[in-house]
């Protein structure tokens, strides 16, 4: 099988991740590297041995798909160039600065038999994947993803650089339609917001508790998820998960479920219920190599991707709506 010819447009933080896992990926070829900032690219493809390319046309011309890892203003008029030239776009999160923008992606790259896959990374976390087994069905999440001051990524506000991330599992996780949202949030170091708190309810009875911050100085990126009969806590800096389920006594146990026994037995009705304490088994895994890889077949095979344009701009629009209450 001919290997797909892969681009990274743009040499920062992400495209220097994205061009080393391109590199080992084998059934794709890294082509080359382009970004305005030719230090940052020279830097890229001496690390990789790759090609820098002169002009945005030309790693579009030389490839089959390309990495959008630029600054999010500059998603939109990367991305619908490759579309109309009929090349794949992996576009690191957000998809686009506007929902709007978004929309236009997707009508486009329909059109043309394009794939778009968004880098929602945190659906590829191996406490996440170690979830894949279980019954979701969350009814209250709380999420906390904070983090220190970094002067990248200061384009856009703390609402698409970090809340995006807990927005889109959210949205993944509770299959229902947003039916209000409450928000606050201050601009601290930037001139957008830089923590933010957003509490957001569905038609289902659902809420979810988001708050984001990069002005921390602890990072933190947790979810809580509970659910009738269960709690579970995912820790995606330290990729490990944490169960709790109630079972009635003569309930077949599965797995390496123990008796949560320093929180006893609940007396209900006329069977007894015990919680029973989960540590799921966290697989070994690059979130980016997999997200990359489950792009890869995306394109070699016509299936649908992974995290879809789709599912991104749900995302986008949600995220618009929580800014737009806060005011920036």
């Known amino acids: 099988m001919e290997k797909i010819k892969v681009s990274v447009i743009g040499a920062g933080h992400l495209g220097s991740i994205h061009a080393k896992l391109w590199k080992s990926t084998s059934n794709a070829e890294l082509a080359g590297i382009f970004d305005i900032d030719k230090e940052k690219a020279l830097h890229v493809a001496r690390d990789n041995d790759i090609k820098i390319f002169n002009t945005i046309d030309d790693a579009i011309f030389s490839s089959d798909a390309v990495t959008i890892a630029a600054p999010t203003s500059l998603h939109y ?30 009508a ?19 406490a996440l994947i170690a979830l894949r087994d279980y019954n979701l069905d ?20 703390v609402i698409l650089d970090l809340m995006i991330h807990d927005i ?17 949030g ?19 009875g659902a809420v979810a508790n988001l708050t984001a911050s990069r002005i921390s100085a602890n990072p933190m990126r947790k979810m809580r998820i509970f659910q009738p009969n269960a709690y579970i806590s995912m820790d995606f800096g330290r990729q ?30 006329i069977h007894n219920k015990k919680i029973y304490y989960e540590k ?17 077949e995306a394109v070699a095979n016509g ?26």
């Open 77 to 106: 008029e990367i991305a619908i160039k490759c579309i109309e030239n009929k090349v794949h776009c992996f576009i690191e999160k957000p998809i686009t600065a506007s929902y709007s923008e978004a929309e236009e992606l997707i």
């Open 108 to 126: 486009n790259a329909k059109n043309n038999d394009v794939i778009l896959q968004v880098g929602h990374v945190e659906r590829f976390n191996p």
């Open 138 to 157: 969350p009814m209250f999440i709380e999420a906390h993803r904070l983090s220190q001051f970094k002067p990248r990524a200061i384009d856009v506000s």
């Open 168 to 184: 889109d599992i959210m949205l993944w996780l509770i299959k229902s339609k947003v039916s209000k949202i409450d928000a606050n």
């Open 186 to 204: 201050v601009a601290v170091l930037t001139n957008t917001t830089d923590i933010a708190n957003a509490r957001i309810t569905f038609d289902n």
């Open 240 to 269: 490990d998960v944490e169960v709790f389920r109630i079972l009635d006594d003569d309930d077949k146990i599965e797995g390496n479920a123990v008796p949560a026994s320093m929180l006893g037995t609940i007396e209900a009705g």
């Open 280 to 296: 799921p088994e966290v697989p070994e895994i690059n979130a980016i190599a997999e997200e990359q890889r489950s792009f890869i």
């Open 303 to 328: 299936s649908p991707a992974a995290v879809s344009a789709e599912e991104a701009a749900e995302a986008l629009r949600i995220a618009e709506m929580i800014s737009e209450q806060i005011g920036k």
